[in-house]
């Protein structure tokens, strides 16, 4: 029987990974974070200097590249050459330069190939921006996920600041919207509804009514 790949596909902060991570929990299939990966990505150039306009001194970093997820007490970790980057990865910093990064043909080439090995037998829930387009044409589920912007970015403020971040709520806005901006208009492979997708716009609904709502869609599926 052929394993089950849900694609949950959609703008920053609308809440993608916690549907999927409550959706692959309830399923019993293994959760991929493709953004995590970006985002480990963009930490390593930040740390390194990479020039991102040096096709050379990119390629060079991505051969040094591993990203690893490791799940302990039904927490995922991100692992960056086996060193913990989980919190650091969702710092301003990686935030403000992750857009650019994704947007350079090598490193989404490099991405993809991870992550269509970790679909390749399993049941997986994948959430990011071109699951469904790019990564998984022929997923049994798509889903397009949608919010308004400034329920979005209260949100993620709130995220931020219980973490102990300084920032205001007017940053995470510029952020959120910028990285939408980068994200639907880049040449590779950009941010665009699959036309097969499902679009889930949780403005309005709780954490329960968008488990219950893609889980429908997956009993439809099978
Ligand atoms: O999902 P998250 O917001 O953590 O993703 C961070 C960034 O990584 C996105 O804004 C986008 O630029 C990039 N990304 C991507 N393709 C994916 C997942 C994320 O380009 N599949």
Known sequence: KKNIIIAIDGYSSCGKSTVAKALA?????????????????????????????????????????????HKEEGVTHVLLNEEDVSDEIRQMPVSENVSTVSAIKSVRQAMVKQQQKMGARKNVVMDGRDIGTAVFPHAQVKIFMTADPKIRAERRYLELKNKGENITLEEVFENIAHRDYQDTTRKESPLVRAEDAIILDNTDMTEEQQLDFVLDKVGKAK
């Open 25 to 69: 929990n309830k399923l019993h299939y293994v959760y991929v974070d493709s953004g995590a990966m970006y985002r480990a990505v963009t930490l390593y150039f930040l740390r390194n200097n990479i020039d991102v306009t040096n096709e050379e001194q990119v390629q060079n970093a991505l051969e040094h590249i591993h990203i690893d997820f």
